[in-house]
């Protein structure tokens, strides 16, 4: 069970790297619009709360991945 929730939690990471790493390369390579220039695409501000909130997300994702990892048959 352990393992197949650290599995679960290991695509949702990367699936959130994706997305801001989409975030900012659409908005740098001139794809999206980014009249404010956060970095963040002009059709995405509705999820700018998600972009806020980065650096408390990963470092969740990051404390879960370890827990799950110590907790897991992989090790």
């Given at each position: 069970m352990i393992d197949t929730i650290l599995l679960i939690v290991l695509i949702f990471t990367a699936l959130m790297f994706v997305f801001f790493w989409y975030a900012k390369y659409s908005t740098k390579s001139g794809f999206a619009l980014d009249e404010n220039?956060?970095?963040?695409?002009?059709?995405?501000?509705?999820?700018?709360?998600?972009?806020?909130?980065?650096?408390?997300?990963?470092?969740?994702?990051?404390?879960?991945?370890?827990?799950?990892?110590?907790?897991s048959s992989y090790l």
């Open positions: 220039k956060n970095d963040i695409p002009d059709s995405w501000e509705r999820y700018s709360v998600v972009f806020k909130l980065k650096s408390f997300i990963i470092l969740l994702l990051g404390i879960l991945i370890g827990y799950l990892l110590s907790n």
